[in-house]
């Protein structure tokens, strides 16, 4: 009892700042500017096209321009990061003219990673059928699936660019799958999505199911490339916690929705093995929302039948697309 106590007691105390805070990401998301940040000093310089807004920490208002005062609700430096009041935060939106509902992101490309391809196949399972041999290979299961899920995409985002690393049985490098991800050109405000898709292997012929992998949070990636932001670089470090924290958010998000859709298309006959935290290289290194599927175990003889099914491969592309436009949804929803 005495717990529930103090349990409620703190949340009291500390849910209105951070129910009606906004967080310096998502403000400069929606703003598009570039901010300035003197450390010593606790000052901050917002600005964008001609308009600059200083503001310290601490301070209830803030300066437009150099000469008018705008009273407004303070900005908190805590522990290294920068919180804003909602009110401190609608002062911002109304100078850099951005409408607060609405969400500003948009999902922009959706990189499509088929695992292996060409001298590699992945895993692989013989079949005999009449006498002859007939191999399952994880590189064409994938393949089939991302061929598929790309023109249902195309279909559905025409105005969105829907790529994959490789488009027929070749062998693209871990290196050239990952700078295909990472010079993709994205604007403030646009995201992008990376998704890796693998069939399963084991040892062990009964493990059986799906899962789905997603980067682990205390992996340190270089988000904010210093040679191309435009505010102080004393901020981003700052900036590169906020956003990886983000990025693991919306993979986790993404890990969820499609793992759902997994267990709606293909029934509680097949295991949902949840959802894994690794530093695959593949998607380690890029600088966005990014998952790794594994749609089923060629080492499985039941999955390995099923994934020789057409219609079954038309049941994983499915979940996947069903989850994809759910995460689209959201994206491009979120803070309304
Ligand atoms: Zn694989």
């Not at 967080?23 to 929606?30: A, P, R």
């Not at 901050?44 to 005062?69: C, E, H, I, K, Y």
């Not at 013989?126 to 991302?146: N, Q, R, T, Y």
């Not at 039941?302 to 038309?314: G, I, M």
């Amino acid at each position: 009892m005495r717990q529930f106590l103090l349990t409620a007691l703190v949340i009291l105390f500390v849910s209105p700042l951070h129910a009606e805070s906004v967080s310096l990401e998502e403000l400069l998301q929606k703003t598009g500017a570039a901010l300035m940040w003197d450390a010593l000093g606790h000052k901050g310089q917002f600005s964008r096209d001609g308009n600059t807004v200083v503001f310290r920490a601490g301070d209830p208002w803030m300066v437009l321009n150099g000469r008018q005062l705008l009273p407004t609700g303070t900005v908190i430096e805590e522990q290294g990061r920068l919180i804003f009041s909602r009110e401190a935060a609608d002062t911002l939106y109304r100078v850099f003219g951005i409408q607060k509902n609405s969400s500003g992101y948009r999902l922009k490309t959706i990189l499509l990673d088929p695992g292996h391809g060409g001298r590699d196949s992945g895993a692989i399972r013989h079949w005999k059928s009449d006498g002859v041999e007939i191999p399952l290979a994880e590189k064409d299961v994938v393949l089939e699936i991302s061929l598929q899920l790309a023109d249902k995409l195309k279909r559905l985002y025409p105005n969105k660019s829907i790529l994959l690393t490789r488009g027929q049985d070749v062998y693209p490098t871990l290196e050239e799958r990952v700078n295909m991800a990472n010079k993709i050109d994205l604007a403030q405000r646009e995201g992008m999505l990376y998704i890796s898709i693998h069939a399963n292997a084991s040892l062990n012929s009964k493990a059986e199911g799906y899962e789905v992998w997603y980067l682990p949070k205390n992996y340190r990636r270089n988000v904010v490339d210093k040679s191309t932001f435009s505010g102080d670089s004393a901020i981003v470090p700052i900036i590169n916690t906020l956003w990886e924290e983000e990025f693991t958010h919306e993979s986790i998000r993404l890990a969820d929705m499609i793992l759902s859709n997994f267990q709606h298309q293909l029934g509680p006959g097949v295991p949902n093995r949840g959802r894994r935290e690794e530093s695959w290289f593949v998607v380690r290194n890029a600088r966005m929302a990014s998952v790794l599927l594994e749609v089923g175990f060629i080492t499985n003889p039941n999955e390995a039948a099923r994934l020789r099914q057409p219609e079954y491969l038309r049941k994983i592309t499915l979940a996947i697309y069903n989850g994809i436009r759910e995460f689209v949804d959201y994206f491009e929803k979120k803070g309304r």
